[in-house]
């Protein structure tokens, strides 16, 4: 069985990857554990869990879990509020969404050499991925207003990656300006196992690997994905 290991900012990300991923991957043989990033490892043993605070944190975690010869290694970092000392971080500027990712990505895995570690970069938070199914968020809600107005807004912007990241606009604070009651890892839970696998590839591009598909298939993906089955 394939092991892969995928360092995680978050207690969010960590229940996406073990609620919903996981599952999926494990009925085609393959294991995947999400690993929260430590913050601190004291000397006594143990360690606190959350928080991407800089590259010689991150760098030094996937070094730790790549000393495991027989995994492979990912990550699941958001581009938004990534600290400026990643690698790539600079030349990412002005790029596309998807190039802005893939430019941090590839200068990631060049500065740890493993062939072992393919990273993985989204653009914004992980909301973004909560936006990539909007329509779904009017159930959740009990409002069917907060699912059509950030749907809305998921399409006037072009998806949900090229929704802006400005201190007001990002998608956690569109989602909470529309929802009030939204409490982040409780959503994530509860929402997506309903979404079938792997339902951020239906509206998100950069999470996708592959070739787009053409336009009438991109647009039954988001019929799915928004609950229009």
């Not at 730790?64 to 492979?72: A, F, G, I, K, W």
């Not at 938070?125 to 968020?137: D, K, M, P, T």
């Not at 059509?148 to 929704?163: C, M, N, R, S, T």
């Amino acid at each position: 069985m394939t092991r892969i290991l995928i360092s995680v900012e978050g207690q969010t990300e960590e229940t996406f990857v073990r609620d919903l991923l996981k599952p999926h991957l494990d009925r085609l043989g393959v294991f995947l554990q999400p690993v929260v990033l430590a913050t601190k490892r004291p000397s006594g043993g143990g360690k606190y869990r959350g928080g991407l605070t800089s590259w010689k944190q991150a760098r030094a975690e996937l070094v730790r879990l790549l000393t495991d010869t027989s995994v492979l290694v990912t990550t699941m970092y958001d581009l938004y509020a990534l600290p400026g000392d990643f690698p790539g971080r600079q030349m990412a500027s002005g790029r596309s969404p998807r190039a802005r990712c893939q430019a941090v990505q590839h200068a990631v895995d060049s500065e740890i050499g493993s062939a072992r570690l393919r990273s993985y970069v989204q653009l914004h938070e992980f909301e973004s991925l909560v936006l990539s199914c909007a329509g779904l968020l009017g159930d959740r809600s009990g409002d069917e207003r907060v699912g059509e107005l950030l749907e809305q807004q998921v399409q006037a912007a072009g998806g949900p990656e090229f929704v802006n990241d400005g201190p007001t606009t990002a998608p956690s604070k569109r989602i909470a300006s529309s929802w009030p009651g939204y409490v982040k890892i409780l959503t994530a839970r509860q929402s997506w196992p309903k979404l079938g696998s792997p339902p951020s590839g239906w509206h998100v591009p950069t999470s996708t690997s592959g070739s787009p598909g053409s336009n009438s298939r991109q647009a039954d993906r988001r019929r799915r994905c928004c609950g229009c089955r």
